[in-house]
């Protein structure tokens, strides 16, 4: 089993719609990673946590320490949203990054 | 700013034949990593460069992989002989800060390399 569990793995959704991408992990962390894949694309950082709640836009997270999860949420979702998004837990005292598997979304319009 | 580059962009080699990866970091980071994604499965760390020096390596899965960094710019990473099990996207990423939980890996393109 991983560290790190995503879910769901694969989401379609239709424009406009709220998304909400789930990361639980298993291990003590320091910091933990919300990073998009577009297909063909690179990664990129969306947010990085430690407690509590960011917004950047139409993207919030949000974090539980002592429950271990956290949240991606995506308002008003758009078709340039489908992406992969991947969640990554940082070990403390290191700066080796632990990744889930990933949750793939699909926006129709 | 220049981002992360990665070269090349695509390999396909036999098993038994070497291949050399490389990465450009974005200047004046200290910290580079290198991470690999074997199909289906979720990106692991290989290993992370403070500078010139492996701060950790734990992730490298065996001795045919070498990863260098010699005056603290850009990296390479070696497969030496490549096996099959080897194919996979094997992405590059530097940070700024040392020794923080706040500081930002900036992810490469990512090179991706078929064994055959």
């Not at chain 1, 271990?68 to 992969?84: E, G, M, Q, Y």
Request: glycine share 8%.
């Amino acid at each position: 089993k991983n560290e790190v569990e995503q879910s769901p793995q694969n989401l379609t959704a239709q424009e406009g719609e709220f998304i909400t991408i789930n990361c639980s992990y298993s291990v003590g962390i320091s910091a933990l990673h919300w990073l998009q894949q577009h297909p063909g694309g690179g990664i990129v950082s969306l947010f990085m946590l430690s407690s509590g709640k960011k917004k950047h836009g139409r993207l919030i997270a949000t974090i539980n320490i002592q429950e271990k999860h956290s949240s991606l949420h995506i308002t008003a979702s758009h078709p340039r949203d489908s992406a992969v998004y991947i969640c990554a837990v940082r070990l403390p005292l290191t700066h080796k990054l632990i990744f889930g598997t990933g949750t793939r979304l699909q926006v129709f319009p | 700013e220049a981002g992360v580059t990665q070269f090349p962009s695509h390999s396909v080699i036999e098993k038994g034949q070497t291949v050399t990866l490389r990465c450009d970091p974005i200047s004046g980071h200290d910290n580079l990593y290198w991470y690999r994604r074997v199909m289906g499965k979720e990106i692991k760390f290989l290993l992370h460069f403070v500078k010139e020096s492996k701060q950790d390596e734990s992730g490298m899965p065996n001795n045919r992989f070498l990863a260098e960094r010699t005056g603290g710019t850009y990296s390479t990473l070696k497969v030496q002989p490549a096996e099959l099990e080897d194919s996979g996207v094997y992405f590059c990423a530097s940070s700024q800060d040392r020794g923080t939980s706040t500081d930002t890996q900036y992810f490469g393109p990512g090179t991706r390399l078929t064994v055959l």
